[in-house]
């Protein structure tokens, strides 16, 4: 099954304490993206990868980084994170060509930095 | 950088009417539109889309319209039923493809029976 995996779902979680969000996917996809998201704000796009080793800022990407050593996996890190980071977080990924037009979301990580 | 607005933030019709949600984008270079729908706790997923060469889309009861002079684009449901309750965000790509996407506030839409 084509699918979209990210893990934890939940996090709660303390200042500073670093953590990492994982996000793999299994359709081969070149791009992949992270986005949070918060009530009236939409989601906003945090990193993006373009394919492995290509990775460039999305509108909100202070204090956090990703990496892109698969194709498949593209993690989300919080070196030091802050209650500001607190928000349900999602994944997506897709393919090349025309296919790139069409994103698949994972299912969510709901993090809470206390 | 782009910046784009959606309106209404909550809609609420009756079941069988229309619903139509309105959104207007700021960088004129802007060259793909799509709208997700999320249902509440789930994933948003893509419902429909629409490129800058194109001025209308329509996919049986639900069709999206752009006007690239006015740099606004809508959704537009006919006979709405229930289950199409949810939250509907539009966003426009001012990259490659859906690669840099700016997402609208969202507009959450209730169909009363």
């Known amino acids: 099954e084509a699918q979209v995996t990210q893990n934890p779902r939940y996090l709660i979680t303390v200042t500073g304490k670093k953590l990492t969000v994982t996000c793999s996917q299994n359709?081969?996809?070149?791009?992949m993206s992270w986005y949070r998201q918060d009530p009236g704000l939409g989601l906003r796009q945090i990193y993006y990868?373009?394919?492995?080793?290509?990775?460039d800022k999305g509108d909100v990407p202070e204090g956090y980084k990703v990496s892109r050593k698969e194709k498949r996996n593209f993690p989300l890190i919080l070196e030091s994170p802050s209650p500001n980071q607190t928000s349900l977080y999602f994944c997506?990924?897709?393919?090349?060509?025309?296919?790139?037009?069409?994103?698949?979301f994972g299912p969510g990580t709901r993090l809470t930095v206390t | 950088g782009e910046n784009v607005e959606q309106h209404p933030s909550t809609l609420s019709v009756q079941e069988g009417d229309s619903a139509v949600i309105k959104c207007t984008y700021s960088?004129?270079?802007?060259?793909?539109f799509p709208w997700y729908k999320q249902e509440l706790g789930k994933r948003p997923q893509l419902i429909i889309d629409i490129r800058s060469n194109v001025g209308e889309k329509k996919d049986q009861r639900i069709a999206v319209t752009l006007n690239k002079t006015a740099k606004h684009f809508s959704l537009h449901i006919t006979e709405t039923q229930p289950e199409d309750s949810a939250v509907y965000f539009c966003a426009a790509s001012r990259g490659q493809g859906a690669q840099k996407l700016v997402f609208g506030q969202g507009t959450r839409l209730t169909i009363n029976p």
């Open positions: 990868s373009m394919n492995v080793e290509v990775t």
């Open positions: 359709m081969n996809h070149e791009y």
């Open positions: 997506a990924s897709s393919g090349p060509g025309l296919a790139q037009y069409e994103q698949y």
């Open positions: 960088d004129s270079a802007s060259n793909y």
